[in-house]
C-alpha cells in the first residue's frame, strides 16, 4: 500500500488549512471521458488514506486496454467491471495491462483478472491470451523478494531496516501487526507478468504508441508511460498532484531511493510538458509545473532534515520525530505505526542524498545503528 508521510506545498491547500470540499470528488465512482477514447476510472482503495487509485482505460474497435489496475479486492472489481459497462465494454475485453509498479493497489487485481479471463477461454498460448500483464523489468527483484516472504523464505524487508535506524521497538511493533514471523500470507495477486518493459520500450497500440520510461525511486522499478503525439503522461505514483509520493517503501531496500527520485523527476523536465494523469487525484495541466514543485518540496525537507541532524550524532528515527508530518505538521508520535515506519525511511533517504552532497557522514555503531553527523567540511 502507497501512504503519503509529507505535503507538498503549491496548487493544493497549504499546512494547516481545511482541505477543499471538493478535494476527493477525483475518486467519486465512475469514467472520466478524457478524450479521444481514453478515460480515467477511479477504483476504491478501503481504510486507505489515498481512498482511490485511478486506472486509465483506452477503448477502440480492439477492445481496451489499462494502465494500472487496482487491487485485488471484490470492490474493485466490481466498479473497473461497471465503469467499462458503461462505455460499452466488458472484463473479456481488456487486452493488456500496462503496470506502473509492483505495489498491490496498482498490481494485483490484473494478476486476478488474468486468470480469470483466461480461465474462461480455451487458449493454446497463455502468453497469447487476454489479460496480458506487462511490468518494468527493474521490479524483478522486488516481486522475487514478495513471492519469497509469502513463501516464507525471507522477511519483510522494510521492516527489516529499522533496527539500523535507530527504530528497534518499531520494527517489533510493526513486525506484531504482520504476524511473529513477519512473513505474509500466500498472496496470488503476485504472479509474474507475461512481458517486462525495458527503459524506453514502445507499446504500439491502435492509435496511440506510448514509450515506458523507467522513473526509479517510488520503487525501484517504477515506470511512467509518455504518449508524446496527445502530449499525456501516465504517471503512476511518480508524479502526483497533491502529496508526494513515498520514497523506497518496498520489499528491496536501497539506501539510494530519494537520489533515484530526484533524478527521476529532473528526467521529466527534459521531456515536452504533457497533460499529469496521476495514479491517485485529479489530471492536471502540466507535468513540468507539478515536478517543480516535488523538486522545491524535498529541498526544503533536505534543508529540514540537515538541521535536525546538524547536533548529531543521530540516527534516522531521532531526526524523523524533530520533523513535521502530514498537511497537519503532525509529531512521529502522533503517526500510526505503517506511517511512522515511512516516515523515518523518507527520512533515512533524505539523509542519505545529504551524505551523498558531502554535508553529512554516516557512521555504523558496533550496535549496528546508523549515525548521522555533519562532515568534516560542514562542522
Known amino acids: 500500500m502507497d501512504y503519503a508521510?509529507?505535503?507538498?506545498?503549491?496548487?493544493?491547500?497549504?499546512?494547516?488549512?481545511?482541505?477543499?470540499?471538493?478535494?476527493?470528488?477525483?475518486?467519486?465512482?465512475?469514467?472520466?471521458?478524457?478524450?479521444?477514447?481514453?478515460?480515467r476510472i477511479p477504483l476504491p482503495l478501503p481504510g486507505d488514506a489515498l481512498t482511490a487509485v485511478n486506472v486509465y482505460a483506452m477503448t477502440g474497435d480492439h477492445g481496451v486496454d489499462l494502465i494500472d489496475s487496482g487491487m485485488a479486492l471484490a470492490q474493485a472489481r466490481e466498479q473497473l467491471a461497471a465503469a467499462l459497462g458503461q462505455l460499452g465494454y466488458g472484463l473479456p475485453d481488456i487486452r493488456n495491462f500496462f503496470i506502473t509498479h509492483i505495489h498491490q493497489d496498482h498490481y494485483?487485481?490484473?494478476?486476478e483478472l488474468r486468470s480469470t479471463l483466461r480461465s474462461q477461454q480455451t487458449l493454446r498460448s497463455q502468453q497469447t491470451g487476454p489479460g496480458q500483464i506487462a511490468l518494468g523489468e527493474a521490479e524483478r527483484a522486488n516481486l522475487a523478494q514478495i513471492q519469497a516472504v509469502s513463501a516464507g523464505q525471507a522477511q519483510i524487508g522494510f521492516i527489516e531496516m529499522l533496527p539500523a535506524l535507530g527504530a528497534a521497538e518499531l520494527a517489533v511493533t510493526v513486525g506484531e501487526m504482520f504476524g511473529s514471523q513477519r512473513t505474509m500470507p500466500?498472496?496470488?495477486?503476485?504472479g509474474d507478468p507475461d512481458?517486462?518493459?525495458a527503459d524506453g520500450a514502445l507499446l504500439d497500440l491502435p492509435g496511440r504508441t506510448l514509450r515506458a520510461i523507467h522513473t526509479p525511486g517510488h520503487t525501484s522499478g517504477h515506470v511512467v508511460f509518455h504518449d508524446p503525439v496527445a502530449d499525456l503522461l501516465f504517471a503512476g505514483d511518480h508524479v502526483l498532484p497533491h502529496i508526494t509520493p513515498s520514497i523506497g517503501f518496498q520489499p528491496v531496500i536501497t539506501r539510494q531511493a530519494l537520489s533515484h527520485y530526484l533524478g527521476s523527476l529532473v528526467l521529466m523536465l527534459t521531456l515536452p510538458d504533457s497533460r499529469l494523469l496521476p495514479a491517485h487525484g485529479p489530471v492536471g495541466p502540466s507535468t513540468h509545473a507539478r515536478v517543480r514543485e516535488l523538486l522545491d518540496h524535498h529541498e526544503t525537507r533536505l534543508a529540514l532534515t540537515l538541521q535536525a541532524a546538524t547536533p548529531g550524532p543521530v540516527t534516522a528515527f531521532t531526526v524523523a520525530a524533530e520533523l513535521p508530518w502530514t498537511r497537519r505538521q503532525r509529531k512521529l508520535a502522533e503517526l500510526d505505526p505503517m506511517n511512522q515506519l515511512l516516515a523515518t525511511g523518507e527520512t533515512a533517504a533524505h539523509l542519505e542524498v545529504l551524505v551523498n552532497r558531502g554535508q553529512l557522514a554516516r557512521d555504523r555503531a558496533a550496535d549496528g545503528i546508523d549515525y548521522y553527523r555533519p562532515a568534516a567540511a560542514f562542522a
Not at 471538493?22 to 475518486?27: E, I, L, P, S, T
Not at 494485483?108 to 494478476?111: G, P, Y
Not at 500466500?186 to 503476485?190: A, C, F, K, L, R
Open 195 to 197: 512481458r517486462w518493459l
Open 108 to 111: 494485483t487485481l490484473a494478476v
Open 5 to 39: 508521510t509529507s505535503r507538498v506545498p503549491g496548487s493544493q491547500a497549504q499546512p494547516q488549512e481545511e482541505p477543499h470540499p471538493d478535494r476527493h470528488a477525483w475518486a467519486n465512482a465512475g469514467p472520466e471521458d478524457l478524450g479521444d477514447g481514453l478515460y
Open 186 to 190: 500466500p498472496m496470488p495477486g503476485y
